[in-house]
């Protein structure tokens, strides 16, 4: 199975902060990456797909990056809103996996 | 409007069975690619099966055995068979509409299982 690997997994972070997430697969995986944005109680939130390509709706601060092994999420300035956990996702082969997760707090 | 309502959950002993069922609204579950996910208390995500437009079915090797994705045309409906229920099986379990390309772009407000005697 292709394992997924966040870093880091957890920040703290201020209001209009520049926020990076990255996310390592454990082979080349193209760009079969997204990334949801998941808060307690709530049903996941599709941010980011195929790497870089921004889903219906999200605020352009949201942007993602990469290919083949190494990939980024970057929150531009972050919002009051944007705290919570935020996982990458592989759907490159027959079993797709998530990252761990990465938990952005309030400094 | 896309809709996915997930049923089903309660509480289970250990080693017994459990049907979910997602309903969805808006689009033809046997048009797209269907997937199970799980939150276990205090963890993150985890994939747990997909069931291609053509019937294909994987599982993730967590639930391999003992799980089973289905869907009911007619129903417009997603199911997930669970048999020998473990307490690390205990999780919120969410539907999505997740193809390969896309991603997961529509999810079930998901349905809380609890394994325990």
């Known amino acids: 199975d292709i394992q997924m690997t966040q870093s880091p997994s957890s920040l703290s972070a201020s209001v209009r902060d520049r926020v990076t997430i990255t996310c390592r697969a454990s082979?080349?995986?193209?760009?079969?990456l997204n990334w949801y944005q998941h808060k307690p109680g709530k049903a996941p939130k599709l941010l980011i797909f195929?790497?870089?390509t921004s889903h219906s709706g999200v605020p352009s601060r949201f942007s993602g990056s990469g290919s083949g092994t190494d990939f980024t999420l970057t929150i531009s300035s972050l919002q009051p809103e944007d705290f919570a956990t935020y996982y990458c996702?592989?759907?490159?082969?027959?079993?797709?996996?998530f990252g761990q997760g990465t938990k952005v707090e309030i400094k | 409007e896309v809709r996915l309502v997930e049923s089903g959950g309660g509480l289970v002993q250990p080693g017994g069975s459990l049907r979910l069922s997602c309903e969805a609204s808006?689009?033809?579950?046997?048009?797209?690619?269907m997937s199970w996910v799980r939150q276990a208390p205090g963890g993150g995500l985890e994939w747990l099966s997909v069931?291609?437009?053509?019937?294909?079915?994987f599982n993730a090797d967590s639930v391999k055995g003992r799980f089973s994705i289905s869907r009911d045309n007619a129903n417009n409906t997603l199911y997930l068979q669970m048999n020998s229920l473990r307490g690390d099986d205990t999780a919120v379990y969410y539907c999505?509409?997740?193809?390969?390309?896309?991603?997961?772009?529509?999810w079930g407000q998901g349905t809380l299982v609890t394994v325990s005697s």
């Open positions: 082979q080349d995986i193209g760009t079969y």
């Open positions: 069931i291609h437009s053509d019937g294909t079915t």
């Open positions: 996702q592989q759907t490159f082969s027959s079993l797709w996996t």
């Open positions: 999505a509409r997740m193809s390969h390309i896309r991603g997961a772009d529509s």
């Open positions: 195929a790497a870089s």
């Open positions: 808006g689009f033809t579950v046997t048009n797209t690619y």
